[in-house]
């Protein structure tokens, strides 16, 4: 079965220790969803098993109903069946990204303690940050990344546009199927550290929401399960363009030093036709690559002693005075002082 169309069953061992630790015969609920083959695999932990996509959106939706509760039993009071829709009527005419998100985060913040949102802006950064104080100490995998699947896709629907992701940290350790996170997103992936969070380029923040109360109504039929049925592969042109210039540049040059002709054969396609679809997306060859490198970059000086001039070169700069302007510009901050104020 492949990776993009199904789910590991750790994943789902993960959605059903909140249901566990309130008692629900999560057995029932997977025969009620008409799945009766799951049961063998409810006390196994391989990560060699795995479920078709559209079992794992009927199983959670029959769990949710099941339990009047979003959250599946995450949240210490339930957040009930029409949470999420009513958060989304309350966004909707934000005008754009930046407001919507602020006030899906006051939103939040009226109807449960356990978890809160925050949307911080550094320079051309944007950070999204999730603060789950886990009030019952259950296994945190499923809840935050679906947080983070739920966010992401919601505000690409909103704007009609793919984020473009720098850096996704969570605060639990790399699980077993970790792999697994390279599929939906398209960036640099740090486990065990200090919060959850999803940083992209603040420049989408300005984007006005392309949706409207009509479309939004069309989008709530199956949302949000239909949300969280997508950990698979982020398949737009922005993200595999960022995966071929991730990936092939190593640690040595941890930019690829692939050219937009080279990404266009890559990919099969012509440079026009993939020049005209990075344009349908908002996004341009430049500003890819730049994200990568100022991820990179603020990575770099605050985790090693790499000097400025060597992280050019790394980078692709043509002499260190390009890197500390374009450094700045992206930070508001000179590499050397970066490093200070992060030290």
């Known amino acids: 079965?492949?990776?993009?169309?199904?789910?590991?069953?750790?994943?789902?061992?993960?959605?059903?220790?909140?249901?566990?630790?309130?008692?629900?015969?999560?057995?029932?609920?997977?025969?009620?969803?008409?799945?009766?083959?799951?049961?063998?695999?409810?006390d196994e932990q391989s990560d060699q098993v795995r479920v078709p996509l559209d079992e794992f959106s009927l199983f959670l939706i029959t769990l949710w109903r099941l339990m009047d509760d979003e959250s599946?039993?995450?949240?210490?009071?339930?957040?009930?069946?029409?949470?999420?829709?009513?958060?989304?009527?309350?966004?909707?005419?934000?005008?754009?990204?930046?407001?919507?998100?602020?006030r899906s985060a006051r939103y939040i913040k009226l109807i449960t303690d356990d978890l809160e949102i925050e949307l911080e802006e550094?320079?051309?950064?944007?950070?999204?940050?999730?603060?789950?104080?886990?009030?019952n100490d259950l296994d945190s995998v499923?809840?935050?990344?679906?947080?983070?699947?739920?966010?992401?896709?919601?505000?690409?629907?909103?704007?009609?546009?793919p984020m473009l992701m720098e850096r996704v940290q969570f605060n639990f350790p790399k699980p077993d199927f970790g792999d697994e996170f390279e599929l939906m997103f398209p960036c640099r992936i740090e486990f065990s550290q200090s919060r959850n969070m999803f940083a992209f380029d603040s420049k989408q923040l300005a984007q006005p929401l392309r949706q409207t109360p009509d479309t939004l109504a069309s989008f709530l039929t199956d949302a949000p399960q239909s949300l969280l049925t997508q950990f698979?592969?982020?398949?737009?042109?922005?993200?595999?363009?960022?995966?071929?210039?991730?990936?092939?540049?190593?640690?040595?040059?941890?930019?690829?030093?692939?050219?937009?002709?080279?990404?266009?054969?890559?990919?099969?396609?012509?440079?026009?036709?993939?020049?005209?679809?990075l344009k349908d997306e908002g996004h341009s060859f430049q500003e890819i690559k730049d994200s990568i490198r100022?991820?990179?970059?603020?990575?770099?000086?605050?985790?090693?002693?790499?000097?400025?001039?060597?992280?050019?070169?790394?980078l692709g700069f043509s002499e260190?005075?390009?890197?500390?302007?374009?450094?700045?510009?992206?930070?508001?901050?000179?590499?050397?002082?970066?490093?200070?104020?992060?030290?």
Do not use: Y
């Open 1 to 42: 079965m492949k990776r993009q169309h199904s789910v590991p069953f750790p994943l789902v061992h993960s959605l059903l220790s909140a249901a566990k630790a309130k008692n629900v015969d999560v057995e029932s609920v997977a025969k009620d969803a008409g799945l009766s083959h799951w049961l063998a695999f409810f």
């Open 72 to 102: 599946g039993g995450f949240a210490a009071r339930q957040l009930k069946i029409g949470t999420f829709a009513m958060m989304c009527h309350s966004i909707i005419s934000a005008g754009n990204l930046r407001r919507s998100l602020i």
């Open 122 to 135: 550094r320079g051309s950064e944007a950070r999204l940050i999730f603060d789950w104080h886990n009030p």
């Open 142 to 161: 499923f809840f935050i990344t679906s947080l983070f699947v739920i966010w992401v896709r919601l505000s690409c629907w909103l704007i009609d546009q």
């Open 232 to 277: 698979r592969d982020d398949n737009s042109v922005t993200a595999q363009i960022k995966r071929l210039l991730m990936h092939q540049g190593g640690e040595e040059s941890p930019l690829s030093p692939l050219s937009f002709d080279d990404i266009a054969e890559a990919l099969k396609t012509t440079t026009h036709t993939l020049r005209r679809r």
């Open 294 to 314: 100022r991820d990179v970059a603020v990575s770099s000086l605050k985790h090693s002693d790499v000097s400025v001039q060597d992280l050019a070169e790394q």
């Open 320 to 343: 260190s005075a390009a890197f500390i302007r374009a450094f700045k510009k992206w930070t508001g901050h000179t590499p050397s002082g970066f490093r200070e104020q992060s030290s």
